[in-house]
């Protein structure tokens, strides 16, 4: 059996909330503690899903700017917009996903301001399927609190 960090993490909070934490002075060192042992739940969770996350969002994003990129009255906005559509992230690494992430995200920045700024049907649509995202965004990174 080869353990996962996600699978690890969890056995490590166990021993720190029941062997570590109750041996510890009251106040800040249980409180640290405690923090510890939160990120560490957060940190398992986060492992599993990490990947998956951001190469979906990327995919997500680059397949707006595809769409948007045909009606987008700025040519220079359209034309960084289908250079980013054209990409794909060459590497798994949560790095350099994290990196094509933040550029991606800022460029739907532009285009979200692009959209609140034009009164088209193009922009209205856009304006709606960007916040779409960013609710199904914002979903697929909630963290699950344990019940202690």
């Known amino acids: 059996m080869k353990p996962e960090v996600n699978e690890i993490l969890p056995g490590l909070l166990g ?8 041996h510890l002075p009251e106040g800040y060192p249980q409180g640290s ?13 986060e492992f599993d899903r990490a990947a998956e996350v951001r ?11 595809a769409d948007a990129a045909r ?11 289908l250079k980013a559509s054209n990409e794909s992230d060459e590497s798994l690494l949560v790095s350099a996903l994290n990196a094509s992430n933040s550029d991606l995200k800022e460029l739907l920045i532009e285009l979200h301001t692009a ?8 922009a209205k649509n ?23």
Request: glycine share 2%; proline share 5%.
């Open 15 to 22: 021993t720190v909330i029941t062997d570590i934490a109750p």
């Open 33 to 45: 503690m405690s923090i510890i042992a939160l990120l560490m739940i957060f940190s398992a969770q």
């Open 55 to 65: 190469s979906h969002e990327n995919r997500a994003m680059r397949g707006l700017f």
């Open 71 to 81: 009606d987008v009255p700025d040519p220079d906005l359209q034309r960084r917009l």
């Open 115 to 122: 959209t609140e700024m034009n009164d088209s049907d193009w």
């Open 126 to 148: 856009t304006d709606e399927l960007i916040w779409a995202m960013l609710a199904e965004f914002t979903a697929a990174r909630k963290l699950n609190l344990p019940v202690f």
